[in-house]
């Protein structure tokens, strides 16, 4: 194995020019977009987590989803138990890649008025989420 040594960023580098890889924050529960809201839920609960990351069958980031969007779906007057997580996933365009910078990001996330936004790597697989800052 092979060290790799990095040198430090300054402390007044500018953190729009950071990228997502350097402060984005760990992806979370990874789940199937074939699940049931119910059991998103209870995955959720379990995890003691507000989001999660959705993934098709071959891995591959699909997007993310809320307790309060999965909550809203379970109190609507069209749910059923067969719907599933992939039937509700909104903006599946909305990745950021991992030399994406903040500001990029931020723009981003800011203009499709997203709260979170995964961090992709080149075959889609999740590697973290930004999120805005409140």
Known sequence: MTLVQTQP????????????VEVMDAAGPQVCDDMSVEVALAVMTAARTVRLVVCDQDGQCTGLVTRTELAAVRDS?????????????GDHGSFASPVTTMAEAEHAMRTRRLGVLP?????????????LSR
């Open 77 to 89: 007057s069209d749910y059923t138990d067969r719907v599933r997580l992939r039937d509700i996933l």
């Open 119 to 131: 961090v992709v790597d080149e075959q889609g697989s999740a590697l973290g989420i930004l999120a």
């Open 9 to 20: 960023r300054p402390a007044d580098a500018d953190p729009a020019h950071r990228t997502a």
